[in-house]
């Protein structure tokens, strides 16, 4: 990955809307995507991935989109709660180590 | 089941000072292991990866060093801290258990380092 950023830096939703939080790449080669939520204090942790013979993965209320004309991901969250707030970053790996590139991350704050 | 552990979670320092993070992940085999730092506000950047005992790669030129001693031990080192070491320094392993792969890392909780 040369470049993985995201469009972003703070989402604020309303508790029980829909997020979508976007991310764009640069390296057209790229073939595997993942998102990590990491909370205050913590290390990141796994979300969803993708790959790039997939255009949507779906998850337990999270929804990974690729769209590789564009070269752009977006994760969707539904009905967000309050535990849903974090800073989320969307990652791939490059390399024969598969080491990541991560974006700068996008603060999701959830509205009570 | 496996697990990373990363000791201290906190740690204060002077500049000047030597330092030693500690990170061993527990039921894996053969892992990849990762250091990462991140700046307040920012995302992660990669310092150091390993794909075996004794064999550490370099990501970014820094005052910092990596050393794997042993197959679950990964070291974050260095001989005099700057105060621009100051951040949160996560380790990573990925691979090394049947049906994981390679391309996904898994984080430790971290060690928040603060330089004076």
């Known amino acids: 990955g040369e470049s993985v950023g995201l469009h972003l830096p703070t989402l604020s939703v309303q508790e029980g809307d829909n997020s979508i939080i976007n991310c764009a790449y640069s390296?057209?080669?790229?073939?595997?995507f993942i998102w990590y939520k990491q909370e205050s204090g913590k290390g990141p942790q796994f979300i969803i991935d993708?790959?790039?013979?997939?255009d949507k993965r779906q998850g337990q209320r999270v929804t990974v989109l690729l769209n590789k004309t564009v070269k752009h991901l977006s994760l969707q969250i539904a009905a967000t709660q309050p535990g849903d707030s974090a800073v989320y970053f969307c990652a791939d790996p490059y390399g024969a180590n598969s080491k990541l590139t991560f974006g700068k991350g996008i603060t999701l704050s959830v509205r009570p | 089941s496996q697990t990373i552990h990363q000791w201290p979670a906190t740690l204060v320092q002077p500049v000047g000072s030597p330092l030693s993070l500690e990170c061993t992940v527990e039921?894996?085999?053969?892992?990849?292991l990762y250091w990462y730092r991140q700046a307040a506000g920012r995302g992660l950047q990669l310092l150091f990866y390993?794909?075996?005992?004794?064999?550490i790669s370099s990501e970014v030129p820094q005052n910092l060093s990596a050393s794997r001693p042993q197959d679950r031990q990964f070291i974050l080192s260095s001989k005099k801290l700057l105060l621009s070491d100051s951040g949160f320094y996560l380790c990573?392993?990925?691979?090394?258990?049947?049906?994981?792969?390679?391309?996904?890392?898994?984080f430790g909780p971290g060690t928040r380092l603060t330089v004076l």
């Open positions: 390296n057209s080669a790229s073939d595997y």
């Open positions: 390993s794909v075996g005992i004794g064999q």
């Open positions: 039921g894996t085999s053969n892992p990849n």
């Open positions: 990573a392993w990925s691979g090394g258990v049947r049906g994981v792969s390679y391309n996904e890392q898994f």
């Open positions: 993708i790959r790039s013979n997939m």
